[in-house]
């Protein structure tokens, strides 16, 4: 596709559930980043890959936090036994290159509430 | 890592010039300037990007100062369309990471 597409674009979550997160990055690019972003801030680093690898999942909250990249293309974060700290925008952006001037292009979110 | 420095926010009137100023004292000697904004309800979209020449593109300018510890995001005529967030981001490889932003308003 012509961007960075992710659904659902919406998701209410019941508190201790388990919610999937998917990102389509735009074809053919090698890097990309999930980051989180509450109401009123920046966004927050969570993790990046590399193809399918996984190369730096530092920005990731807790062990209730998975990412996936499987095929080095469709990515998928997943957060088990969602707490309401977890409610947040969740971004997804890929890249063509690994190199520092190569911009990101990103998708317009997942907008999760823990209820 | 590098921090950037950014007001918090900025009025602008439509059709006028906004210069929006970055400090980052502590950027290193390969670290690239990159400005992204955000609208309201959306992702952020990259806005432009230099090292350290002054860059021109549709959207915007980026002037860099010498020693490299400042730069400014010039939009030239600002629109209401223009009223987002902006981020003055360092980036080093694959790091790149997002401060507060200067939220910028734009009066008709």
């Known amino acids: 596709g012509a961007g960075v597409s992710q659904s659902p674009r919406y998701k209410v979550a019941k508190r201790g559930q388990d919610v999937a997160l998917r990102c389509d990055p735009i074809s053919g690019h090698v890097s990309l980043f999930w980051y989180q972003q509450a109401l009123g801030q920046g966004p927050e680093f969570l993790t990046y890959f590399q193809n399918e690898a996984q190369l730096d999942k530092s920005g990731l909250p807790s062990d209730r936090f998975f990412a996936e990249r499987p095929e080095g293309s469709v990515s998928t974060l997943k957060i088990q036994r969602t707490q309401q700290e977890d409610s947040a925008v969740y971004l997804c952006?890929?890249?063509?290159?690994?190199?520092?001037?190569?911009?990101?292009?990103f998708g317009s979110g997942t907008r999760l509430t823990v209820v | 890592d590098a921090k950037t420095t950014q007001p918090n926010s900025m009025e602008s009137n439509e059709e006028e010039p906004v210069h929006l100023p970055c400090n980052h004292s502590t950027i290193s000697g390969t670290d690239y300037i990159h400005w992204y904004r955000q609208l309201p309800s959306q992702g952020p979209e990259y806005v432009i990007h230099g090292l350290t020449s002054n860059v021109n593109n549709r959207m915007a300018s980026l002037a860099i100062a010498e020693d490299r510890k400042s730069s400014t995001l010039i939009l030239h005529r600002a629109t209401l369309r223009d009223a987002a967030v902006y981020y003055c981001?360092?980036?080093?490889?694959?790091?790149?990471?997002f401060g507060a932003g200067t939220r910028l308003t734009v009066k008709p």
């Open positions: 981001i360092l980036r080093a490889n694959n790091d790149m990471r």
């Open positions: 952006a890929s890249s063509l290159g690994t190199a520092s001037n190569y911009g990101y292009t």
